[in-house]
């Protein structure tokens, strides 16, 4: 891994979206899978997401979007998958597995793969041949709607291959955002999951007056 390696969002919701505010205010272009023709002609005319976090602004000319998934991934060396769980399957099955090959994979994605009931590290591990030296995890105890409006915000960068993470970690700081680095990847995958679950029965447990 070297400061030069190309990267891409794959996800144009609010996730992604904010996602790619952070990379491109360190990089001088990032790669966006945009899936509507429409939206990516909106960010260019208006710089912003019609479709989700619009109050978040965009320099059009550090994003090189493109509705097919093929020639995003094509031209990244590090790839930010940041489609919700639900859709992560039918979005990588138009790709070959071959195609991630040699690719650094970062997953920010925050639940289960709902078809084989894994996190998407082990899903990604079995079913595509990423090898687990390549993979890295994004999550944090923030919104993206916080994190595209330039809230101070933290961000934990899990990956077992220090200077992967610590790569990412630049790309991602900022004025507004921090990163913590870890090498547990399992550990920061379903603690994003559960802490969901922890929080709700909490909140039910409050309301009843328990």
């Not at 639900?86 to 990588?92: C, E, R, S, V």
């Amino acid at each position: 891994m070297n400061d030069q390696n190309r990267i891409a969002v794959i996800g144009a919701g609010s996730w992604g979206t904010a996602l790619v505010k952070l990379l491109s205010a360190n990089s001088p272009k990032v790669g966006w899978w945009v899936r509507k023709p429409a939206t990516i002609e909106h960010i260019r005319k208006y710089g912003h997401n019609p479709d989700y976090i619009s109050a978040a602004q965009f320099d059009a000319q550090r994003l090189a979007m493109d509705s097919d998934i093929h020639a995003v991934v094509k031209n990244a060396d590090v790839l930010v998958i940041a489609v919700p769980s639900a859709f992560l399957k039918g979005a990588l099955d138009q790709l070959d597995p071959a195609e991630l090959k040699g690719k650094t994979i970062f997953s920010a994605v925050k639940g289960i793969v709902p078809e084989t009931n894994q996190i998407v590290g082990e899903y990604l591990f079995q079913y595509w041949g990423v090898e687990v030296k390549d993979f890295g995890v994004i999550c944090g105890p923030c919104h993206a709607e916080e994190v595209a409006m330039e809230r101070l915000s933290y961000l934990t960068i899990a990956c077992q291959v220090n200077d992967t993470a610590k790569m990412m970690s630049a790309a991602l700081n900022g004025r507004f955002l921090k990163t913590t680095l870890s090498d547990d990847i399992y550990g920061t995958e379903y603690g994003a999951i559960l802490k969901n679950v922890i929080a709700v029965c909490a909140g039910i447990s409050v309301g009843l007056g328990y």
